[in-house]
């Protein structure tokens, strides 16, 4: 545990205490570790069928190079890569622009990458993404509401080549040329009447995409 956490733990424990003053605390806690960021929650299409068929040590082989491909792009347009959880990504970007911008490009290059391997070889992601004040614990560990709406998109619900995005994100977003922002239909997030997002942008063709939407099926 690093010194954020052991603080943050603390002030929780005071927190807990008999009488203690909520409000205040709060405030603190606000004030030593909260930021406002964009974050991005990145996932590979299909990750549980394509291992239980290839086995583990090629699905392996297919996290690294997605991570050798998108990793460039989003340090290129300023990302902080905070981790990497098996396949997927939680990367954190100041501009929320600069953070479509990286998940639009980051599509692409997976497009044609995918145009130029055979199907076993073909690397889809899902990107979420959220925007807001959060608590930022150094370079360890991210809370907030808009953390867990991004990681609700980016890994459990956006399949290959999408990028769906909270009301937060779509508002600090709009416009942005090249990209229309088209409410889910009957969308929820998580357990609010919050609906969200689809970014949507040029990368193939329809008949290309909904063959790669196949690859979204997952074993529960």
Known sequence: MGRSSETLSSL?????????????????????????????FTDMAGFSRRAARTGIVPFLVL????????????????????????????????????ALAACVEAQRVLHAH????????????????GYGDILKLGDEDVFGVEVNFA?????????????????D????????A????????????G?????YYEAEYKVGTPAERKKAKAQRVRFK
Not at 152 to 166: M, N, Q, R, S, W
Not at 181 to 189: D, E, I, M, P, Y
């Open 12 to 40: 929780i424990e005071q927190r807990l205490a008999e009488g203690a003053d909520h409000e205040a605390l709060d405030a603190r806690i606000w004030q030593m570790f909260g930021e406002r960021w964009c974050i991005v």
């Open 63 to 98: 996290i690294h190079q997605l991570h050798k491909l998108t990793t460039p792009v989003f340090e290129e347009h300023a990302g902080f890569i905070l981790k990497n959880i098996a396949d997927s990504q939680l990367v954190l970007f100041r501009d929320p622009r600069a």
């Open 114 to 129: 995918n145009a130029e391997v055979p199907e076993p070889d073909r690397l889809y992601l899902g990107c979420g993404i």
């Open 169 to 176: 994100a779509v508002k600090a977003l709009r416009p942005t």
């Open 191 to 195: 357990g609010t009447k919050q609906p």
């Open 178 to 189: 090249g990209v229309t922002f088209k409410k889910v239909a009957g969308s929820r997030l």
């Open 151 to 167: 990681a609700k998109l980016g890994e459990d619900l956006a399949g290959p080549y999408e990028i769906f995005v909270t009301p």
